[in-house]
């Protein structure tokens, strides 16, 4: 076995929608044990890459690599289940299913997708694993809500749940601080450097605060192309990324 | 105070209890076994397509294409001396097929082009019931079967024999549709209703998560065509028109997508009102359209759907102000 210190990596991405080219060529490395965050301005293509990488969008051209495997042509749901989670910029929930039922169904994907007979309560193993997961994101109390009547960010708080119910060896997380206050953005920046213990994280994300305290490595993306990719500390002092996007947010 | 489970087990004993004793009191009562039977074989209709419906969220408007297949075999086979346990058999089988088939390719497409796709389709079947003469009669149906008999040598002569077997088979087919319901697939299958995109996400193949559920439903659809011909003997094109579509999304809409029961309080409602307000008007469907529009605006999650979101908030009431 070769053993690869490299998790995700792209090579030469791009991706076009008609004339418009989204991401362009774009080379890009996640480790083993990273924590890195995405920036840029608007419309710098990030949630493109995003759907890149997880797998809701097929590159126009280039390579995207999972532990050493191309996973170019593998839908979503494959990706999935080699071990790419991801969260939506927009709340992404089961709404009429109740908070554990959001997370069960979840934990359940990677075991019994075509069993029609048995009773679903009978997998102890899979409900223990929802419970495991719904006291860490801290809902077990309202587990019996439905996930429609919970608050905007116990919202948010059940769609990392949900994704980290699938067993992810990388979470990709989109905006997971979008809409929250800023005692809220600090929870979640603790929550997120919590899980970054034990599950790679690629983040994409507006608030600076967040991204610089909690990346170890951050990646500016303009127009589609990679500007610049250090740590939290260059790029901060980087000036083609101060151009761009931050001197209004950090100077 | 009784839990949930026992009460369930409860309810239903009850109602077999009350079924199993109809046709002793019926001959009393405005709902006749003939009448009651029809009731079973449109409930496990609508029970089929609210699977698709109501739990994945899928609009067919196609179903009579799967109803009318296990229709036409049962009545062919079983003119032609094959025994009725493997007509039956048969018009599962080739309902299966055709709903395996058209769900392949209509589920290429969602949303409307999907319910487009499966109503033409489900139209090349009745063309071909109406053009091939030779095997079907046209028009004029398949009429003036033998006597209707199990191979096992239990005769279907009367209707109260036609009622216990139709009791019989559309218990055990509920039961199937429960079981499946409540497995782990059956909770895939609110996911992928609730939010697709998110349930492919999760790692799930929604493609053929859609299309498994689409070929449960037509499986238990061709059931009940099957148990059609057995209670009225006889089986005509207007089964496979598209006006049985039609039938059986009113009939789950009245009763309530996504309710287990609904559909059965649907057909109740729907065939007691056909065949008591045609007794007195020509144009009953006017009465009904106009009691489905009522439906539809007042209480949008049909009769059992309103009826139980009532008792729910009741309960909850009632426990937060004790």
Redesign the interface.
Known sequence: MVSHTVILETRNVTKDFGGLRAVNEVDFQLNRGELMSIIGPNGAGKTTFFNLL?G?LRPSSGEILFMGKNVRKM????R??LGI??S?QLT??????TTF?NV???A?????????????SK?KDVNEKAYEILNRIGLYEKRDHPASTLAYGEQRYLEIG??L??DPLVLLLDEPTSGMSPEESRQVADFVKELSQDVDILLVEHDMHFVMTISDKVTCLENGTVIACDSPAEIRNNSRVQSCYLREKIC | MMNQKTKAIYSVCLVLGILLLWPLISNFLPLSNILLSEILVFGLFGAAFNLALGYTGVLSLGHAAYFGIGAYTTALCYNAGVPLELCILFGILLGTAAGMLIGFLAFRGSGAYFAITTLAMSMVFYYIACLWISLTNGHEGITGLPKMELFIGIPLHSFVQKYYFILFVVGIATYGLW??I???????L??VR??E??????????FW?KW?SFV?SSAFSALAGCLFVVLFEICDTSILYWHMSGLVLVITLFGGTGRFMGPFVGALVFLLMKDKLSLYVEHWEFFTGAFFVLIVLVLPMGILGSITETLKLRAHKAKTTA
């Open positions: 997880s809701h839908p979503a749901y494959e999935c289940r989670g991801r939506f992404n929930i089961f709404p009429d299913l039922e069960r169904v979840a359940q994907s990677r075991k019994r997708t075509f069993s029609f007979w048995s009773n679903w997998y949900i994704t119910a699938t | 079981r499946l409540n497995s782990p697939f059956g909770k895939v609110l996911a609730e939010n995109q998110r349930a492919l996400t999760c790692g799930y193949n929604v998560v498994c449960f």
